[in-house]
């Protein structure tokens, strides 16, 4: 493609796909279990979401999948080891989720760390306009299609900075929480706007 000639709509979804394909491909890296796509993306979640966002219902939400699908996921990776379920202190019916050690292990041999770099490796601006038009595309296909967005609490509307205070969860957030994924995540500002 010239540099001057935008992409259409559709070549940028395939190339959106595409890298998404190459950048989880090589999943069975050196001393790596072989895990499917949903299986990493679900040991990522749960690796970044907070407190709250632990359960297999916030992932199937995250995932976009059945509530059915994303327990087999969950179900898979507990009998791999790399998961552990724990009861919810607050509500006896429900479940949080942990990585383990074994998980913890397997993320640092996770296929997205090469692209990860590649992505670092971009001049500022580039990733800076990247990130604020995947942004906006996540928020405007999940508004088409009653999605939920999800994001971290440090971006989020709920959050009272100052006391570093969730008013969705009326609780205090500790910083790592302020970086974590929430299934309760509402954007304080429109994607690209700063």
Known sequence: MSEHTAPQGTDLADLIVHLARLGQSCGHAEGA??????????????????????????FSEFHATTRGTASQTVKSLVAMG??????????????????????QAQLRRDPLRDLRGVLAALPGASRAALADALAQAIADLARLRAAPV?????????????????????????????????????????????
């Open 33 to 58: 279990t072989a895990l499917t796509a949903a299986q990493w993306t679900a040991l990522r979640y749960f690796a970044r979401a907070n407190r709250f966002s632990r359960t297999p219902s916030a």
């Open 82 to 103: 790399l998961l552990a379920r724990q009861s919810h202190d607050s509500d006896g019916r429900s479940t949080l989720i942990e990585v383990t050690e074994a998980g």
């Open 150 to 194: 999800f994001g971290t609490c440090g971006d989020c509307n709920h959050l009272d900075s100052k006391a570093s205070y969730c008013h969705c969860t009326q609780s205090l957030l500790t910083q790592p929480e302020m970086q974590s994924i929430c299934v309760d995540f509402q954007p304080a500002r429109p994607p690209g706007q700063s």
